[in-house]
């Protein structure tokens, strides 16, 4: 791979994360009314929050559609904006593939679970298609309520690689108090 920039421009609540070797890289940010700045930008604007919604009306606090809903537009810039936020990075070879999808995805996947769920799935099958499919039909097995749309782009021919885990001794622990209250609970269920 050359050197090349990966740039993703977003307005909504649609995402993009980033595989680098197995570690999830947001690329974007969900764009929601109350999030990140954008409950500020909503009400010097004129707008605000209610409810967690634009408005009361929306639950994103940038799109390039819904310009059909009363108060939320206007010429100088209403409530609901149309500006992406843009975010780039360099692109190396620990790169394995890029997941974007709207918000009906990340309702029931953080992150980084989709990209081990898309990594295994690329593992098995090396098919970016097949790969966006399996992310949705495994949201909706986890019943997702919105919308389901998904795109894996693969920076690399070949499947991602096994990782290499180092091996180290894990230590747990359990307080007194935990051990008794666990214990307690195991003694209640012989009853």
């Known amino acids: 791979m050359g050197s090349s920039s990966l740039v993703v421009a977003n307005a909504g609540d649609c995402r993009a994360v980033l595989c680098r070797r197995g570690k ?25 929050v209610y409810d967690g919604y634009l408005n009361g009306q929306l639950n994103v606090a940038r799109a390039l559609g819904d310009w059909h809903l009363e108060g939320l537009k206007s010429i100088d810039g209403g409530p609901l904006s149309g500006e992406p936020e843009l975010m ?32 295994r799935r690329l593992q098995e099958h090396n098919n970016p298609v097949m790969c966006s499919k399996d992310l949705v039909d495994e949201a909706l097995k986890r019943k997702s309520g919105d919308n389901l749309s998904v795109v894996v782009v693969c920076f690399q021919k070949q499947p991602p690689s096994n990782l290499v885990v180092p091996r180290g001794r894990v230590h747990r622990s359990i307080s007194a108090e935990g051990l008794k209250e666990l214990q307690g609970f195991l003694d209640t269920l012989k009853d």
């Open 24 to 48: 999830a890289i947001e690329m974007s940010r969900d764009h929601k009314p109350g999030c990140f700045g954008e409950k500020e930008r909503i009400e010097a604007s004129g707008g605000y």
């Open 88 to 119: 780039s990075t360099r692109l190396t070879e620990e790169d394995e593939f890029l997941i974007i999808g709207c918000d009906g995805i990340w309702d029931v996947f953080m992150s980084q679970n989709a990209v081990d769920f898309a990594r």
